[in-house]
């Protein structure tokens, strides 16, 4: 199906900035045990699509590289905020990665590769957001721009930044984690309901 005529239009910066900010406003929790982690294991076992995300320390020196912090996935009913060096979510989250549950998310080739450095898994039905909007003619394709054109709203990435591998997240990232992967669970349905995928 062709893209209708108003998605393909460009945004800009400008525009983007325009429009008013949205978080998740939902519930979200944050995973820190291996309670915390069944709870969640059992709301992922029943989704057929989440949206999905991860958060890695930025590096600020040619070559140096930190492992993914932070896993986001955004169900139907809450975002779950899993601080990888807190729980050993590597069982749960390689059953959902290689489950017939759809996970939506830009860039998932990097988050892949990167979380297979830290535990084994065969990935499927992925759904890079990103890659969908390009095949349509949409260049700007990253979160922010894609939210913008479908959704009509602006996602803050102020939190993007900064130290994910911190014990404890502030309400700033909270917000923004959660956000992006509610965000992306939100795209997917869009993308679905225009049949573009």
């Known amino acids: 199906m062709a893209l209708p005529v108003e998605f393909l239009?460009?945004?800009?910066?400008?525009?983007?900035?325009?429009?008013?900010?949205?978080?998740?406003?939902?519930e979200?929790?944050?995973?820190?045990?291996?309670?915390?982690?069944?709870?969640?294991?059992a709301d992922f076992a029943v989704e057929r699509v989440v949206g999905?995300?991860?958060?890695?320390?930025?590096?600020?020196?040619?070559g140096?590289?930190?492992?993914?912090a932070l896993a986001q996935v955004a169900t139907g009913r809450a975002?779950?905020?899993?601080?990888?060096?807190?729980?050993?979510?590597?069982?749960?989250?390689?059953?959902?990665?290689?489950?017939?549950t759809v996970k939506a998310g830009v860039g998932l080739a990097d988050d892949v590769r990167a979380l297979r450095q830290r535990f084994d898994f065969a990935p499927a039905a992925m759904v890079d957001l990103g890659a969908v909007a390009r095949r349509h003619g949409i260049e700007r394709s990253g979160v922010r721009a894609l939210a913008a054109?479908?959704?009509?709203?602006?996602?803050?990435?102020?939190?993007?930044?900064?130290?994910?591998?911190?014990?404890?997240?502030?309400p700033a990232q909270v917000a923004y984690a959660a956000t992006d992967a509610w965000a992306c669970r939100e795209l997917y349905?869009?993308?679905?309901?225009?049949?573009?995928?």
């Open 64 to 68: 140096e590289r930190y492992p993914p």
């Open 28 to 41: 979200v929790r944050l995973v820190e045990t291996p309670a915390d982690l069944e709870r969640a294991a």
């Open 149 to 170: 054109l479908f959704l009509g709203t602006r996602i803050p990435k102020g939190a993007k930044t900064s130290n994910w591998a911190a014990p404890r997240l502030t």
């Open 52 to 62: 999905f995300d991860t958060e890695t320390r930025p590096a600020f020196r040619p």
């Open 189 to 197: 349905l869009r993308f679905a309901a225009l049949r573009l995928l």
């Open 79 to 100: 975002v779950y905020l899993i601080q990888l060096a807190r729980v050993d979510a590597s069982a749960v989250l390689a059953a959902l990665l290689g489950s017939a």
């Open 9 to 26: 239009r460009a945004i800009t910066p400008e525009a983007i900035n325009a429009l008013a900010i949205r978080r998740y406003e939902g």
